[in-house]
């Protein structure tokens, strides 16, 4: 069993819609997690990071955390074309750990 | 601000050729460095990770290598590459300080790794 499990896709919405993209994970010591986003052909870029349960907002981005459930989701909100990436879902064991370690990757692909 | 460079973006070498991607970063001191592999369509492999100068921890038995010659630089290298070398190369670096330095990784452009 991976660490981390990721849906590939690829998911393709409309324009507008509300995007919920999510990871499963199988070791519950992991206590930092992240999303990134990748563009075709470019490194991934730091969306938004949390720390243990709970949710965070920024803009239309919202991160959510379930540490019982060992389940991370990223929702979008009012999508745009410009979303449309490769989302990848990240995690470590604490604060400075050297491994972080990565989902497969969620296309998205949002139609005008 | 910290920015990371990683060369070249695309490269195309023959099967048996010898390899080397630098990477380096600006801005921070002693970071950890990460080589990552992404095939296409899957999630990123952790291949090496460095704390420090010539300190290299490998992840993955592979035909490849990793040195880190200065605080600052992270070279991949191999001596005779393979068909399965082929793939999306990524330098990472992480901070060793206070949030949110230490928490997420910041990653190079890539390169385009392609063996004929």
């Known amino acids: 069993q991976k660490e981390v499990e990721q849906d590939p896709g690829p998911l393709s919405v409309p324009e507008g819609a509300i995007v919920s993209l999510n990871c499963t994970y199988s070791n519950s010591a992991f206590q930092y997690f992240m999303w990134y986003r990748q563009y075709s052909r470019k490194g991934p870029e730091l969306l938004m990071y949390t720390y243990s349960s709970g949710n965070k907002e920024d803009g239309r981005f919202t991160a959510q955390v379930d540490k019982s459930s060992k389940y991370i989701s990223l929702f979008i909100r009012d999508s745009q074309p410009s979303d449309s990436a490769t989302y990848l879902c990240?995690?470590?064991?604490?604060?400075?750990?050297?491994?972080?370690?990565f989902g497969q990757g969620t296309r998205l692909t949002i139609n005008p | 601000s910290q920015t990371i460079h990683q060369w070249p973006a695309t490269l195309v070498q023959p099967v048996g050729s010898p390899l080397s991607l630098e990477c380096t970063v600006e801005g921070t001191s002693n970071p950890n460095l990460y080589w990552y592999r992404q095939a296409a369509g899957r999630g990123l492999q952790l291949l090496f990770y460095?704390?420090?100068?010539?300190?290299i921890s490998s992840e993955v038995p592979q035909n490849l290598s990793a040195s880190r010659p200065q605080d600052r630089q992270f070279i991949l290298s191999s001596k005779k590459l393979l068909l399965s070398d082929s793939g999306f190369y990524l330098c990472?670096?992480?901070?060793?300080?206070?949030?949110?330095?230490?928490?997420?990784?910041?990653f190079g452009q890539g390169t385009r790794l392609t063996v004929v």
């Open positions: 990472a670096w992480r901070g060793t300080g206070g949030i949110p330095m230490n928490t997420e990784a910041f």
């Open positions: 990240a995690m470590s064991l604490r604060r400075g750990a050297q491994k972080l370690v």
């Open positions: 460095s704390v420090g100068i010539g300190q």
